[in-house]
């Protein structure tokens, strides 16, 4: 069966400070890959997504970066947090068909101080 | 583009009693519908999905839900709630033969089952 693995769980970052989430999924292959973030009240904002090794494309303008450097890695990144980078982050694949659901990772917290 | 709106931000109700939460949607092309679940500090996990064919969908847990296409809604029903069922729930869309698994999300409605 498929697994995905996202980490660190909860994550404290001073502004200005570097960030890097991690993504990785097991048990199927060429995946589609989604970075979404949950700010309270306001549902789920649509990041990035992936449909193959450096096919990523942003949905939202910002300080954010992905790369998936292997089929089933995709990692989010910042050089420099912002405050309002805070939120609850959630990776996500899916299958080839356009129909396919989404499967979501246990997300990370992360506070920007 | 396409929209969702969940009508209620939070629903109180009481164990084993019925519950109805409520989604709309706005779209110019056919869709895909989708309810998921969220429990504190968890990911999202996927209730049941509405692809073609009968209208009346069941999901795991106990829920349904139902396409009405002329209304433009996919609301989710449970006829008996437990405390466990205590949770945001999503409703999200999928536009057909759109990008791979865009899914556009709802504001999400709280549910609360008080004993």
């Given at each position: 069966s498929q697994t995905i693995h996202q980490w660190p769980a909860t994550l404290v970052q001073p502004v200005g400070s570097p960030l890097s989430l991690e993504c990785t999924v097991e048990g199927t292959s060429n995946p589609n890959l989604y970075w979404y973030r949950q700010a309270a009240g306001r549902g789920l904002q649509l990041l990035f997504y992936s449909i193959?090794?450096?096919?990523i494309s942003s949905e939202v303008p910002q300080n954010l970066s992905a790369s998936r450097p292997q089929d089933r890695q995709f990692i989010l990144s910042s050089k420099k947090l912002l405050l309002s980078d805070s939120g609850f982050y959630l990776c996500a694949w899916s299958g080839r068909p356009y129909n396919s659901p989404l499967h979501f990772g246990n997300g990370t917290r992360l506070t920007v101080t | 583009a396409q929209s969702v709106t969940q009508l209620d931000s939070q629903v109180p109700v009481f164990e084993e009693a019925p519950v109805e939460l409520r989604c709309n949607y706005s779209s110019s092309v056919s869709v895909y519908l989708f309810w998921y679940v969220q429990y504190p500090n968890q990911g999202l996990q996927l209730l049941l999905k509405y692809l073609?064919?009968?209208t009346l969908v069941k999901g795991i847990n106990g829920f349904e839900a139902e396409f009405n296409k002329s209304q433009t809604s996919f609301h989710l029903r449970k006829p008996s709630v437990h405390i466990s069922d205590t949770a945001e729930y999503f409703c999200a869309v999928s536009v057909f033969?759109?990008?791979?698994?865009?899914l556009t999300f709802g504001q999400g409605t709280i549910l609360t089952v008080h004993p």
């Open positions: 193959g090794i450096d096919q | 073609s064919g009968s033969l759109a990008s791979y698994g865009k």
